[in-house]
């Protein structure tokens, strides 16, 4: 069921998130050698590219592309040529899979100052080979997400832009990503390491080296304390309720569905925040729609928000599980019930969850990190007591951190609250009493009102 959204989102949804500029998905000659016709394109059983989707703005992009199926990938960069009129490129070899046709015939660019197009091809009879076209040299990390198989390439164009060393041997990352010559154009040297797919199981086995930039999060701007930054712009907040469409999330015993709770309760705490003027809330969904979960990240990403906070509901096989409790993004969980609770959030068996670990690590360390722990902490005791007041005997389960993919790549301060039980049946009734919904939301709206007075801000500055 999983497999049928790369279909299903394709170009419309791609150009709806890229708003003026579009995207570019075609085949160039140059770069991407024709080889003979594959067999494998539409053979039954063989993983394909389906679908390749982009958010980006100038300083942000994630590429995701869809192989719905598991394969083995390896992501490379190549510096500029200028004698040939090539721009700094990432490319991404996938083995052993087809493409879609239409994929090959979409040529589009976007040319927003920092990606220039995203293009696919054949690059030989089992390698499809996806190139993204930078306009400057940018930091990058390329993880694979199962249920469905996904490749997700985060570039990160904020910040200085590196200074190349004079000899190639002083920028290639040690390793088999740099040991052989390029196929695309065995002249040219890496130019900024990539994060390699070292924990994807169906990756190939290449070992990581650390990026060449910091991420803009562990920035000395980023990770001074306090006082409070002076901003330039309204505090952004982007509301993400969970699941939606196809995708209902827990289901109580009488049949309350998450997707609706958390959509009630996230439209109300959109309209709580946004009525003083000091706050910019945008949702994820604003409506009974499936959004998978890397797109809502990067939506908070694109959109340049200061906090984002992704809504949903607890459910245990155990029925008088209860209480509320806060999450960040960490690479494992202190117990069997998180470790299940983040899988089925994540739409994955148990034992997918190991695959990203490396790019937990490496992208959520540092002043963020601390950020959102103290913001989470601050929302779970804040809708702990709103919701107190009315519904006395409402529990805590404080403060957690578990590996939700959603939260993985977010660049601002990141939380997830899980609302309660709804399989608990004292607490699917409460979820049903709008009094309980507001008490929630009245509860993230004074954390968010708090953290955003005395907050640190990844975009403070734009
Ligand atoms: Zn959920």
């Not at 239409?102 to 660019?109: D, G, N, S, Y």
């Not at 601050?378 to 578990?402: E, I, W």
């Amino acid at each position: 069921m999983e497999g049928e959204a790369g279909e299903r989102v394709d170009l419309t949804l791609l150009r709806r998130h890229l708003g003026a500029a579009s995207l570019a998905v075609f085949l160039c000659a140059a770069g991407l050698p024709l080889a003979a016709p594959p067999a494998d394109a539409a053979a039954p059983g063989v993983p394909r590219v389906s679908d390749i989707r982009a958010w980006t703005n100038e300083i942000y992009t994630r590429v995701a592309i869809d192989t719905g199926d598991e394969v083995s990938w390896q992501a490379n960069t190549l510096r500029a040529d200028p004698a040939r009129n090539l721009p700094p490129r990432i490319f991404i070899d996938i083995r052993g899979a087809g493409i879609r046709d239409e994929i090959l015939r979409k040529p589009v660019e976007v040319r927003n100052g920092l990606l220039r197009q995203v293009r696919a091809g054949r690059f030989d009879r089992d390698t499809v080979r996806v190139v993204i076209d930078l306009e400057r040299e940018s930091t990058y990390r390329v993880f694979a997400l199962p249920g469905p198989f996904r490749i997700i390439v985060d570039i990160d164009g904020e910040g200085a832009i590196p200074v190349l060393p004079t000899s190639p041997e002083a920028v290639a990352p040690p390793g088999p990503v740099a040991a052989g010559p390029s196929p695309e154009d065995p002249a040219q040297p890496l130019i900024t390491p990539p994060v390699s797919p070292r924990a994807s199981p169906a990756g190939s086995a290449v070992p990581s080296a650390p990026p060449a930039i910091p991420p803009s999060v562990e920035s000395p701007r980023a990770a001074a304390s306090h006082p409070a930054p002076t901003r330039k712009h309204r505090v952004r907040v982007m509301i993400d309720p969970g699941h939606g469409g196809k995708d209902p999330g827990a289901i109580g015993p009488t049949g309350l569905k998450e997707k609706d709770v958390v959509l009630a309760i996230g439209r109300k705490i959109r309209e709580k925040l946004s009525g003083s003027g000091e706050f910019d809330v945008r949702m994820t969904r604003d409506e009974d729609v499936f959004i998978p979960l890397e797109e809502r990240t990067a939506m908070a990403n694109k959109g340049r928000a200061d906090i984002f906070v992704s809504l949903h509901i607890n459910a245990s096989r155990n029925r008088s599980a209860e209480g509320f409790s806060t999450y960040v993004l960490s690479r494992g969980a202190s117990n069997r019930e998180d470790l299940e609770l983040a899988a089925r959030e994540n739409g994955v068996p148990i034992g997918k969850l190991q695959g990203v670990k490396f790019i937990i690590d490496d992208m959520f360390t540092g002043a963020r990190k601390n950020e959102s722990l103290r913001l989470a902490k601050t929302v779970n005791d804040a809708v702990v007591r709103h919701v107190s007041t009315r519904f006395p005997g409402a529990q805590s389960l404080g403060l957690k951190q578990a590996p939700f993919y959603v939260l993985v790549g977010a660049r601002m301060t990141a939380v997830l609250v899980e609302a309660s039980f709804i399989s608990n049946a004292r607490e699917e009734s409460r979820l049903r009493d709008t009094s309980c919904l507001d008490g929630i939301a009245d509860g993230v709206v004074e954390a968010v009102r708090y953290y955003g007075r005395n907050g640190i801000f990844a975009h403070s500055d734009y």
